[in-house]
């Protein structure tokens, strides 16, 4: 018995450690298609706008004149550009670089609650470092990840999240009051998005918990030591 609980241990330990090289990989190929889209296809759909309105300027040689399709053509090349950036952002989050990850939390949630008409509660308590760039990833992912079960999942209609910081510690909890769920049952064979909140926090020495009965919501607790920027001057 104690040579099979041993055996279970290491098969466990192994598959977690396979988990998270597949996400640091997810996280590298993401972060190289974003940069791809934002320096390279993003820019030149920009210059193929201009072009194509250089080209409509003139019809049969009619001064001033303009064919009434390049417009047309100029605003649909304009969401094409909107979407790629869109996309880029979700490969690579941009607003973690431009205002930190307590903003990008906030950013988060906001767009959150309008796309889902669904109320959020953000909080942020004594924490306005800036963190590592992966550390600030991997808990920003943990939040988009919440917020997506709270929806698609839980189907509540009210969630709350909020950051905390000690010295040493960075501390995120994310409730929700919806359908909630048997903790136990569902850690026998724990959905996807469990499974990557947890192995995003050991990948960072941190900690996650999940609380949550049928009928009583959904309580996510997630510790990590902190760890400031190394590229901070």
Known sequence: MKENKEDFRRMAEALSQAIGRLIEAQDQECMRIARELHNNIGPSLAI???DLLKLGQ?????PGAEHPDVQQAYQKLQEIGSQVSRLSNQLSPSMLRYFGLAKAIEIECNEYSGKNQTPVSYSCENYSAKPDPVFALHILRVVQEALRNAGR?????RVSVDVTATPTEFILRVSDNGVGFDVEQTNIGAGLGLISMRERMRLIGGKFEVRSQPGQGVKISCRAPLVQSRTTK
């Open 153 to 157: 999942h839980s189907r509540a209609t």
């Open 48 to 50: 193929l706008g201009i």
């Open 58 to 62: 003139l019809v049969l040689g009619s």
